[in-house]
């Protein structure tokens, strides 16, 4: 299985604020990225795909950039409904394995 | 606008056989554009992709569940369905289902999750 790493596990931010999340696979995925956020209590919403392809109805202060193992999740300026728990998961090889997760609360 | 609803006991005896519907509503099932997920996440923890089926049948299930899990689809109910069998405290979790649809970028083909049941939560326990 490709295992996915995420840094920092959580961080806290103020409204306003530019963040990124970095994730990483232990091989080359190419571009095959995901990325997804999640609310308590909530299923996972997708964010990002292909690694830097934003989905349809998602904000443009979201971006993705990355490929072969590391990539990054931007938000460029935190809005009060973007906290919640951010996922990347790996879809370049079956099981389609998951990050372990960022939590992003506010400061 | 395509939904998911998930469905199935909230408590499972070990052992025994854990038994969650998803019901499709707004589309068909049968379009032959999408595969059918299934994700758990135990509470306060990560997300495990469990598998998935495509209309016509076929499946790729996570090698570590692989001889426990049953996915299955019903066209004529427009659901698809999930079996996990000999059940332990550690398959307690919330489970979803998803769409999986097939995304074009630059001619490579991206698997994407993007429309998700809102989880029905199985405990485990006798």
């Known amino acids: 299985d490709i295992q996915m790493t995420q840094s920092p596990s959580s961080l806290s931010a103020s409204v306003g604020d530019r963040v990124t999340i970095t994730c990483r696979a232990s091989?080359?995925?190419?571009?095959?990225l995901n990325w997804y956020h999640q609310k308590p209590g909530k299923a996972p919403k997708l964010l990002i795909y292909?690694?830097?392809s934003l989905q349809s109805g998602v904000p443009s202060r979201f971006s993705g950039s990355g490929s072969g193992t590391d990539f990054t999740l931007t938000i460029s300026s935190l809005q009060p409904e973007d906290f919640a728990t951010y996922y990347c998961q790996q879809i370049s090889s079956i099981p389609f394995t998951f990050g372990p997760g960022t939590k992003v609360d506010i400061k | 606008q395509v939904q998911l609803q998930e469905s199935g006991p909230g408590l499972v005896k070990p052992s025994q056989t854990l038994s969650l519907t998803c019901t499709v509503s707004?589309?068909?099932?049968?379009?032959?554009?999408?595969?059918w997920s299934w994700i758990r996440q135990p509470a306060g923890k990560g997300l495990e992709w469990i598998g998935r089926i495509f209309t016509s049948g076929s499946t790729n299930y996570h090698p570590s569940l692989r001889s426990r899990v049953t996915m299955s689809v019903d066209t004529s109910k427009n659901q698809f369905s999930l079996k996990l069998s000999s059940v332990t405290a550690a398959d307690t979790a919330v489970y979803y289902c998803a769409r999986t649809i097939q995304r074009i970028v630059s001619s490579h083909y991206y698997y994407v999750m993007d429309v998700w049941g809102q989880g029905t939560t199985v405990t485990v326990s006798s």
């Open positions: 292909a690694a830097s």
């Open positions: 091989q080359n995925i190419t571009t095959y």
């Open positions: 707004g589309g068909s099932i049968s379009s032959g554009r999408y595969y």
